[in-house]
């Protein structure tokens, strides 16, 4: 496979979120020069909030003492914390020949696949980004586009601690319409195989090959 479908790969396991969100500003900046190939990051963070473009902090519904930031991601307020896979492709949809529209339903249909593998059946729901279930939101997605370039992505709750939602209204959705993979499937998910079908689909989907790479935090 060429350099141009190859995909880097940064499996992160944990990082703070903001050191993180610096990673993929330097990413972009470096794609964008087009000294990096598109790359993938999968991580999870600590406890933070974070407001989209769109973001309304009268959406913060109760007093935090968790991090809050405003990012350039479109949506409103989310959650982002342990047991929760989050991904950051760092793609150039230019040379993909990829619009925001056909990138968003990309990332929608790697969490559909993927999620599949544990007898889940997600969907989208027109108009609000993300994957769905049984009129739950299981899956989270924002991104921002610097240049042709995409960066933040998508957010999966896999053995997410859901009250942390109530801190807010994620997305504008009461918190009780989010739902996570361990509580649909009455157990525990091994994030390491929940990861690999994150992958797999991923290399599907994109019709690429994804090449994993070291990174000294």
Not at 23 to 32: G, P, T
Not at 47 to 76: A, C, F
Not at 128 to 156: D, M, N, Q, R, T
């Amino acid at each position: 496979m060429d350099g141009k479908n190859k995909i880097l790969l940064y499996p992160l396991g944990y990082m703070d979120y903001l050191s993180c969100w610096n990673l993929q500003k330097k990413l972009v900046d470096l794609r964008i020069e087009g000294s990096i190939d598109d790359c993938l990051i999968l991580v999870e963070h600590d406890h933070v909030l974070t407001l989209g473009r769109r973001g309304n902090r009268e959406n913060i519904v109760e007093k935090v003492s968790i991090p809050i930031y405003q990012v350039e991601r479109g949506g409103d307020v989310t959650y982002h914390g342990k047991g929760q896979l989050v991904g950051y492709p760092i793609i150039s949809l230019q040379e993909r020949s990829l619009d925001i529209g056909s990138y968003i339903r990309n990332l929608e249909e790697v969490i559909i696949r993927a999620v599949r593998f544990f007898g889940i059946e997600g969907y989208r729901v027109t108009n609000h980004p993300g994957v769905w279930y049984k009129e739950k939101k299981l899956c989270s997605i924002g991104i921002a586009i610097k240049k042709w370039v995409s960066y933040h992505g998508f957010a999966l709750n896999v053995n997410t601690d859901l009250s942390y939602f109530k801190l807010i209204k994620p997305c504008g959705l009461d918190s009780d319409k989010i739902t996570s993979m361990s509580e649909i499937l009455g157990r525990e998910v091994n994030m390491n195989l929940i990861k690999e079908r994150v992958i797999d689909s991923f290399e599907e989907v994109f019709n690429t090959k994804l090449e994993r790479v070291s990174f000294e935090k």
